[in-house]
């Protein structure tokens, strides 16, 4: 006996197999696909001088004497923060599926696969029906803070992505003092956090919100000072200056060029996750001890921008530690005297401009996924710290060996010449190969411990 | 000191160590076939006919083998069963069953009932998906009709009752949901 509703979404795709797989196609294609290619189109073009001339040379329009001059630039910038903001719910959108399925697979289940082919929809789901909620206040709840507390989160996760280079030239805007931006706003986050555990008026969330709080004070300092190593290997704060510095192939990345380097870069990994909130530090929203930590009493809206930022900053953490220390944009063989030539000094750039800067685009994109799935499966794979054991592997462990990187960097770019940095690449390049390989058997030979177990990537 | 430093330092391998084996666990786990049976529509059959043959699932009565000894009201624990036999009012030699009433939203599933059947009348069957909007539907009346009952079934020496494959009645009856067309409130069975 099946009762069938009036909306019965799975009968629907099991009717129309294909016209499930092409929503779920255009969807996961072309909603990307249209952000990045807006980003490309717009972020270049994001300065004064360039919007003056591209209305000179199309419309005939004088802008840089018209008075309407400053109403056409804050267009352009509402323009970018859309296509910022979007990009950043999407993301989080599409990680926390993402998340599911990988998470359902290392656990031998399956995870959501109904909604569209693949599951896809899931996320349009979950936020469909967590915007139809109802936001519920709480009574004793400290009305405005509560209120205001997820946008504090939000412009946390928001600010960074001005500096956040996606490709050559897609970035909002190139400030010299890039890295030290991106480290003092996305801490915005824990503003957020300590001010919902607050305004909620409940044990839980308050426990939660204090726990954020020390988290990200403590791991600011291992993070902030292991940041330091490429800025010091690059000679500047600038984030497009660092990917510049370094290059396309492995042996280029920062993480490869100086022992220090390569353990900075799990320096600030591991801080990155712990401010992050992202298990194995998810103390703040520990369930078994504090319901739902800081959010415990958020609902409908509030509770979507909540999760969102948590998502959505698994971007901003993997697009950093790129950034720094695994060569960002930079495509191999494709130096930055090409992409001058491909420029030109037309207004246009060449064909050959745009394809390139897509190529820079998705390497960055690729290099950035990788790491979130890293995110994910750590995640997976272990359990949560204890407060004690989150305070001695930061303060034990990370701070000195933060400060060790340091000043081995320091004497590293004194001492030694150009020719031993090359040398060092390739070396610690071959060393991870070696890791990775070596990983990848040890991965086969406990599929092969079980007998009857193989390597299957069915029951979709 | 020195073991202060040895200590130390052995937490930091012990950590790349345990992370290195932790890590290549799960993703062998990510890249093996995930054991969930999508029940209940994804499954290469239906789940009924894939579970053990001994596996206790809702009473089924072949009313054509069926004695009338009433073994299995006496045998059930918790009272689910209840029968009542009259006698023919044409031919008074021959008695018939009126009421065979199972309850199945009572039943434990103990099994009982099927060991005292001297037939094989009663039997559990591999069917479990009996959901009902209301609970009154989960009582079988296995006849349905009082004004039409069922003869007793004599057994012949030697021979064994030629009963029907266990699960097929009851398939027909889930599939045409007999007994959700006239719902029935179950009495009980009688206290004395």
Redesign the interface.
């Known amino acids: 006996m099946r009762i069938t509703l009036g909306l019965d979404s799975t009968s629907l795709t099991r009717r129309y197999p294909r016209l499930a797989i092409l929503a779920t196609l255009a969807m996961a294609f072309a909603l990307p696909a249209a952000l990045y290619l807006g980003a490309l189109a717009i972020f270049p073009v994001n300065t004064p001088e360039r919007i003056d001339a591209l209305a000179k040379a199309w419309f005939g329009y004088d802008l840089a004497t018209s008075p309407y001059r400053d109403v056409v630039y804050v267009l352009f910038l509402l323009l970018v923060a859309f296509i910022a903001v979007n990009y950043a719910a999407v993301f989080g959108g599409v990680s926390t599926w993402v998340e599911r399925r990988v998470a359902g697979r290392m656990q031998s289940r399956i995870g959501p696969n109904r909604p569209g082919a693949a599951g896809f929809f899931a996320w349009v789901a979950d936020a469909v029906k967590m915007i139809l909620k109802e936001d519920i206040i709480p009574a004793s709840a400290d009305n405005l803070l509560f209120r205001s507390a997820p946008y504090f989160s939000m412009v946390g996760l928001l600010l960074p992505f001005v500096v956040l280079p996606f490709g050559e030239s897609t970035v909002v805007t190139d400030l010299n003092v890039g890295v030290f931006y991106v480290a003092a706003t996305s801490a915005f986050v824990v503003v957020g956090i300590l001010v919902s555990g607050w305004a909620s008026n409940s044990k839980w969330a308050l426990f939660g919100g204090i726990r954020g709080a020390a988290q990200v004070l403590s791991y600011e300092i291992p993070g902030g000072i292991a940041m330091m190593v490429p800025v010091l290997m690059a000679g500047t704060l600038s984030m497009q200056g660092i990917v510049r510095a370094q290059g396309g192939w492995p042996w280029e990345w920062f993480v490869c060029r100086n022992p220090a380097a390569f353990v900075a870069f799990f320096i600030v990994v591991t801080s990155s996750l712990a401010e992050g909130n992202r298990t194995p530090f998810d103390l703040p929203e520990a369930e078994s001890e504090l319901v739902a930590g800081y959010h415990a009493e958020y609902s409908g809206f509030r509770l979507a921008i909540f999760l969102m930022v948590e998502w959505a900053n698994m971007w901003i953490m993997a697009g950093l530690a790129v950034t720094l220390f695994l060569g960002g944009w930079q495509v191999p063989g494709v130096t930055h005297a090409m992409y001058k030539s491909a420029l030109g000094t037309a207004l246009l750039p060449s064909p050959l401009w745009f394809v390139w800067q897509l190529l820079s685009m998705l390497v960055f994109i690729v290099k950035t996924w990788a790491l979130v799935f890293v995110f994910i499966w750590l995640r997976w794979t272990l359990p949560r710290v204890r407060v004690d054991q989150l305070m001695t592997l930061c303060w034990k462990y990370l701070v000195p060996g933060a400060f060790l990187c340091f000043v081995v960097t320091l004497l590293w770019q004194i001492l030694v010449p150009p020719l031993g940095m090359k040398i060092t690449g390739v070396a610690f390049s071959l060393f991870a190969l070696f890791l990775l390989v070596k990983f990848l058997l040890d991965t086969r030979r406990n599929i092969d411990k079980v007998k009857g177990h193989r390597v299957d990537l069915g029951n979709w | 000191m020195a073991q202060a430093i040895r200590e ?1 330092f052995g ?2 391998t012990d950590a790349v160590k345990t ?18 049976t ?1 029940y209940p ?1 994804r499954t290469p059959m239906r789940v009924a006919d894939m579970l053990p043959s001994r596996y206790r699932g809702l009473l089924e009565v072949d009313m054509a083998v069926c004695t009338g000894c009433m073994a299995c009201e006496r045998a059930c624990p918790i009272e689910v069963i209840k029968i009542q036999t009259d006698k023919e009012p044409q031919n008074p030699k021959q008695r018939v069953i009126t009421q065979f009433d199972i309850d199945m939203s009572k039943c434990m599933f103990c099994g009982l009932c099927v060991e005292q059947c001297p037939t094989g009348s009663i039997q559990h069957t591999r069917e479990f998906e009996a ?1 009902r909007k209301s609970i009154d539907a989960l009582v079988f009346r296995w006849v349905p009709d009082p004004e039409k009952p069922v003869p007793f079934y004599r057994p012949v020496k030697g021979q064994e009752a030629p009963r029907a494959p266990v699960g097929e009645i009851l398939k027909k009856h ?1 599939a045409e ?1 007999s007994w ?1 067309a006239r719902p029935n409130i179950f009495e009980g069975a009688k206290k004395d």
């Open positions: 130390y937490h930091v992370f290195w084996e932790g890590l290549s666990v799960t993703l062998s786990y990510m890249i093996r076939r995930p054991i969930t999508q529509d959901t889930l949901a959700i």
